[in-house]
């Protein structure tokens, strides 16, 4: 049951990961809330206080043409530390936050081939909620068990709703860039290959309301390379409070050589947060050109010396005048 359960998890992830307004659909039923009188909905988005009851209506619907049951539950939501893309916690698994907080109408049920049911769900926000953004789904788990690729495991299927709730009190946003780690990767002779440099770091929501971050990356110091700053890419569009997600970017035109730092910072709603790694770059063809050049001046002085003295000193010799021969002694006398 367990091993269904993680399985289901990795599946329920694909269906809340960003995507354009819709259902949730795996192309043979969808989760979705009912139609309010103005607009279609993507998503529950209801405000909430503590200490009341809210009510809605989803619509779950089979496109297939076979009678489909599904067990349904309420979830809560959660960042995969994987890539920040959104996913729930299994059926199994104990709810704390909006999972904690809601139930379906009715746990199972039947849907008819290519119909749809509707069901009331019913969220109790406790009186002690804390204020700011909570974020659930409501779930809807195929009950067939289907063999698990290349493994005896089971594997049951589910989509899931996303369900915002926003708690009354003060909004406070809040973004830190933690565990920055600069690898430079860059071919032995600059400019001859693609560089491999990546950075990596740490997002984390502080605060108590959803998050749709900017990251960017700035060198600072003395270094060959690119531009001095560049705006990371594969960032959450929806980091949830309390969460935090390790995430990892190349690139390209990263410093080839130099020393100095280099820093990732992030905004977001106002917020602020920075985080840097020190580099010391050097290429190892800049060192070889260099110890050439070191040895080659050795050999010339060692010659040098072993001819003699030195043209200089030659030079000064050859200015300077031999001293006169001593005058001859006389006799002494017998």
């Known amino acids: 049951m367990r091993a269904a359960s993680v399985a289901l998890l990795l599946i329920v992830l694909t269906a809340l990961s960003p995507a354009p307004a819709g259902a949730a659909d795996n192309g043979e039923w969808s989760v979705k809330p009912a139609d309010s009188a103005i607009t279609p909905r993507a998503a529950f988005r209801l405000p909430a206080h503590p200490g009341t009851t809210l009510s809605d209506r989803a619509v779950v619907s089979n496109t297939t043409d076979k009678d489909l049951t599904f067990r349904l539950y309420v979830a809560d939501a959660h960042n995969t530390e994987r890539d920040g ?18 139930r379906p109408e009715r746990d199972v049920i039947t849907v008819p081939p290519r119909s749809a049911v509707t069901v009331g769900i019913t969220l109790r926000i406790p009186r002690d909620a804390s204020p700011g953004d909570h974020v659930g789904a409501l779930v809807a788990v195929d ?3 289907r063999p698990g690729t290349g493994s005896r495991l089971g594997v049951q299927r589910g989509v899931g709703a996303r369900i915002y709730l926003r708690v009354d009190g003060p909004e406070r946003p ?42 960017s990356v700035h060198v600072g110091g003395v270094y060959l390379g690119g531009p001095a ?56 063809f800049l060192v070889g050109c260099l110890a050439l050049l070191s040895a080659a001046g050795m050999t010339v002085l060692r010659r040098r010396r072993r001819r003699g003295a ?3 000193a030659e030079a000064r010799s050859a200015a300077q005048p031999e001293p006169a021969a001593p005058a001859a002694r006389p006799a002494d006398p017998e």
């Open 85 to 102: 893309g959104l996913a729930v916690r299994g059926v199994e698994e104990t709810q704390r936050d909006v999972g904690a907080w809601g």
């Open 174 to 215: 809040g973004v830190t860039v933690e565990d920055v780690r600069f690898d430079a990767r860059n071919p032995s002779i600059p400019w001859t290959g693609a560089a491999e440099s990546t950075v990596s770091y740490t997002l984390r929501n502080t605060g108590n309301v959803n998050l749709d971050p900017r990251v």
């Open 310 to 312: 030195t043209p200089a």
């Open 143 to 145: 009950e067939r068990v």
């Open 229 to 284: 700053e560049r705006r990371l890419t594969n960032v959450p569009a929806e980091l949830l409070p309390g969460q935090k997600v390790r995430l990892s970017a190349s690139w390209p035109g990263a410093p080839l050589a130099g020393w100095g730092d280099v820093a990732v910072t992030a905004t977001a709603d106002g917020s602020r947060g920075s985080g840097s790694d020190g580099f010391l770059e050097v290429p190892w």
